[in-house]
């Protein structure tokens, strides 16, 4: 019985682990971020929540702006790309307001928290 339960715990230890770099920006949010950005919590941690488009826009507008500051705008990408690639950039980070480093998804590549983002701050 044991080493089944060893056998059961490693599977669904390595499915975990794996499944961050599979899962759709929805996915990962639901995995990761909803705890801090779902709309009935964010107020609480003073984050921007999910689909509340105001706050993201916002958000997109101070990020747009630091990467002028930064002289990291890529010019051949439209503005919402430039805003979007900054706001990885604290995600990745993290910040000193309660923004854990990757959100606390350690796995999740450059793309994952990309999609995570444009989901956030989407409508959908
Ligand atoms: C422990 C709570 C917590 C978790 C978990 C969390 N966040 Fe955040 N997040 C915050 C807070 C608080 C802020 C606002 C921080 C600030 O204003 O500096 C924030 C801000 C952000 C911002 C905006 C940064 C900016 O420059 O304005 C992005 C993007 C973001 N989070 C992405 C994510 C993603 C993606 C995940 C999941 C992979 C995640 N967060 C998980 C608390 C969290």
């Given at each position: 019985m044991r080493i089944l339960y060893l056998i059961f715990?490693?599977?669904l230890f390595f499915s975990f682990s794996l499944s961050a770099e599979s899962g759709s920006g929805k996915d990962i949010f639901d995995r990761y971020?909803?705890?801090?950005?779902?709309p009935g919590m964010a107020s609480m941690f003073g984050a921007p929540?999910?689909?509340?488009?105001s706050a993201w826009n916002e958000r997109k507008k101070l990020a747009y702006d630091r990467a002028v500051e930064k002289n990291s705008i890529v010019a051949?990408?439209?503005?919402?790309?430039?805003?979007?690639?900054?706001?990885?950039?604290?995600?990745?980070?993290?910040?000193?307001?309660?923004?854990?480093?990757k959100g606390t998804c350690s796995d999740c590549t450059d793309e994952n928290?990309?999609?995570?983002?444009?989901?956030?701050?989407?409508?959908e």
């Amino acid at each position: 019985m044991r080493i089944l339960y060893l056998i059961f715990s490693f599977v669904l230890f390595f499915s975990f682990s794996l499944s961050a770099e599979s899962g759709s920006g929805k996915d990962i949010f639901d995995r990761y971020c909803t705890v801090c950005h779902s709309p009935g919590m964010a107020s609480m941690f003073g984050a921007p929540a999910a689909q509340d488009l105001s706050a993201w826009n916002e958000r997109k507008k101070l990020a747009y702006d630091r990467a002028v500051e930064k002289n990291s705008i890529v010019a051949d990408k439209p503005k919402d790309w430039n805003s979007i690639n900054e706001l990885l950039e604290t995600a990745k980070s993290g910040t000193d307001k309660g923004m854990p480093p990757k959100g606390t998804c350690s796995d999740c590549t450059d793309e994952n928290l990309v999609s995570v983002i444009e989901f956030m701050s989407s409508s959908e």
